[in-house]
């Protein structure tokens, strides 16, 4: 059976490209980038191409660029450092839709004595920027929002938030880990202080990231250990996946008007054509700028899991907007946090598509789809077939 994969928002395929590139640096180029032989020297070379790479896609200088081994560490470490550099500053500005890896981190700063703001959403998944403003004291030590969303796509205001608080003398950092290589980025006259990126959401492998920090922006490293990264991350470096992650970056900015084209096209084609087919469904941040390569749909009145499930049996992949706690399904806090009513909130669906995706995935997931929600409904005891709820 043929997988279609439209979950690339969870993660991405290595690029033929990419797998090509990083292989020798696992097999005949071994040698550490410290060492002082010429055999280290060239793998130390070829890590400065990656890094500038990296800096390129984002309109970065290369010493702005450090490796980490993922998003979340790239994320944990932007907020760790502004709150060891922040003196006295005890109050961190988020919002309601982050990743774990930054919403999680905040609750146990929350426990530490930190004064955490949530900034809401509304139903479109707009940030809302009346209670962002509001919300920048002279506490806050850092304000950290996300590019774009990972389940719905919506894209934030990020450089006007970022000028709020530059303005206010507060550093400012974005989780872009959704946002690299699907959008358009230059931090070159950017407020921005910090963002992170995670390889294995644009076609690199698994483990290896990036926190950009601005130049002259106060840091305090995460990882202590040796002078790797000019001492900003100690660890030797993931030679291979750092190698990956540039060449990732140059492919990404080579395929960015694709991605912003033709699976643009690809995914407002499945979005549109779903909603036609099925009554009662709503794209969930439909109203709002998005991602050109993401559509969360909410199919009402019954379980995202068990559409999974029988997806699954056609090979095809996506994800639901809920997940299993504690044995019953909850609707994800981001759809929460807009408002999405119960009864759509668990019926909801992210495709996530890629430039590996053709028309004729779109129209086999079209094709089997609409049954599948069909089938489920005839079990759910609040679906009737005119569209009512009971
Ligand atoms: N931030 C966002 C928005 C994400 O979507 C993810 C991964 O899903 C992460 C952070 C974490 O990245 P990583 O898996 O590299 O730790």
């Known amino acids: 059976m043929k997988t279609i994969y439209m979950d690339n928002n969870a993660t991405t395929k290595v690029a033929p490209e990419v797998l090509e590139a990083m292989q020798p640096f696992l097999s005949d180029l071994y040698g550490n980038p ?216 140059e492919l990404a900015a080579k395929r960015m008007e694709e991605e912003n084209t033709r699976v643009k096209a690809l995914r407002d084609r499945l979005e549109k054509d779903l909603l036609n087919r099925v009554p009662n469904s709503r794209v969930n941040g439909g109203g709002a700028e998005r991602l050109p390569n993401t559509t969360n749909i909410s199919f009402e009145y019954i379980e995202g899991e068990a559409i999974l499930l029988l997806m699954d049996e056609f090979g095809i992949c996506a994800s639901s907007g809920s997940a299993c706690t504690s044995g019953s399904l909850q609707p994800s806090h981001v759809l929460r946090a807009m408002g999405v009513p119960f009864t759509m909130a668990h019926g909801s669906i992210r495709f996530s598509l890629s430039v590996y995706n053709t028309e004729e995935e779109v129209d086999f997931v079209l094709d089997k789809v609409p049954p599948i929600i069909e089938k489920l409904r005839g079990f759910s005891p609040f679906w009737k077939p005119e569209g009512q709820a009971r």
């Open 34 to 249: 410290s060492s002082a032989y010429i055999f280290g020297g060239k793998v130390a070379r070829d890590i400065r191409e990656a890094r500038e790479q990296v800096a390129s896609i984002l309109g970065a200088s290369p010493e702005e660029i450090i490796f980490t081994s993922c998003g979340s560490e790239s994320d944990n470490t932007a907020i760790m450092s502004a709150m060891s550099t922040g003196k006295d500053k005890m109050h961190i500005v988020t919002s309601r839709v982050e990743h774990p890896a930054i919403k999680g981190l905040c609750n146990e700063m929350a426990k530490q004595g930190y004064r955490i703001t949530e900034i809401p959403v509304d139903r479109e998944g707009h940030l809302d920027m009346d209670q962002y403003k509001e919300s920048l004291t002279p506490d806050t030590a850092i304000v950290s929002l996300m590019w774009a969303n990972n389940e719905t796509g919506v894209i934030f205001p990020v450089e006007e938030a970022a000028l709020m608080a530059r303005d206010r003398g507060i550093l400012f950092h974005t989780d872009a880990v959704q946002a690299v290589g699907k959008i358009p980025i230059d931090l070159q006259n950017s407020a921005i202080d910090m963002l992170s990126i995670s390889g294995h959401k644009l076609h690199a492998p698994k483990g290896v990231g990036v926190l950009y920090v601005r130049k002259g922006t106060k840091f305090s490293p995460f990882l202590i250990g040796g002078h790797q990264e000019r001492g900003r991350r100690g660890g030797t470096e993931n030679t291979a996946s750092i190698i990956a992650l540039g060449k990732a970056c």
